[in-house]
């Protein structure tokens, strides 16, 4: 089954609006990270919380980690065009050397 | 791409038929998996491995074998390919210890008749 889930499966907003996403997961983790994917391409990581850290930046990214809900949330400010693509959160178990992805959130950004 | 190449791109089969999918990286990292993107499914391992020789199931094996005769390459085969296997396949390199992220190579498109 999977780890991740994320929520909302699709979102579409305007241009210049912040887009949030969220990702639940099942188990205790060592990190939980967000990947982009764009059409027909691989996934590119964009960044990684650690599960002892609640927040943490990246540009336009903002990450937010709740252990205690084994919940997170991707924050996209000011979007543009250019951020339409899917989302993936990925969990990394503690004893494992691999990930495990959510089912994505799609993001349309209209101009 | 972080110098991951897979091969084919494309590939169009029958079922039944044998078919080998090529993973190949450049910078010498030791642990590669193996992925399917389906619908509505999103990203599921297949196979990983951790070094030449060494591989582990991932949570959708069945169907798959894999090998890893050199840290560069990481083969995944399908013995007879079914229509179940139609699906986009993603290879994957872990970065630096420590780090934990992925990079992935560019999928290939298998589409089995």
């Known amino acids: 089954s999977q780890q991740g889930e994320e929520d909302p499966q699709a979102l579409s907003i305007q241009e210049g609006e912040n887009a949030t996403m969220n990702c639940s997961y099942k188990t205790s983790i060592n990190n939980l990270q967000w990947y982009r994917q764009n059409s027909g391409r691989g996934l590119v990581h964009l960044i990684l919380i650690r599960s002892n850290e609640r927040e943490k930046h990246s540009g336009r990214l903002r990450v937010t980690l709740d252990t205690s809900k084994k919940s997170s949330s991707l924050l996209i400010t000011a979007s543009r065009a250019a951020d339409t693509a899917s989302y993936f959160c990925?969990?990394?178990?503690?004893?494992?050397?691999?990930?495990?992805f959510g089912q994505g959130t799609r993001l349309t950004i209209n101009p | 791409d972080a110098g991951i190449t897979q091969s084919p791109r494309h590939k169009v089969t029958e079922t039944g038929t044998p078919v080998t999918l090529r993973c190949h990286q450049t910078?010498?990292?030791?642990?590669m998996y193996w992925y399917r993107q389906d619908p509505g499914h999103g990203l599921r391992l297949i196979h990983y491995?951790?070094?030449?020789?060494?591989?582990d199931k991932g949570e959708v094996s069945d169907g798959y074998s894999v090998s890893r005769s050199k840290t560069e390459d990481f083969l995944l085969t399908l013995e007879s390919a079914t229509s179940s296997q139609t699906s986009v396949y993603f290879c994957a390199i872990m970065g630096l210890a420590g780090v934990n992220e992925q990079f992935f190579g560019p999928g290939t498109r298998l589409t089995v008749l």
């Open positions: 491995s951790y070094g030449v020789k060494d591989t």
């Open positions: 990925a969990t990394y178990l503690q004893g494992a050397q691999k990930l495990v």
């Open positions: 910078e010498n990292h030791r642990y």
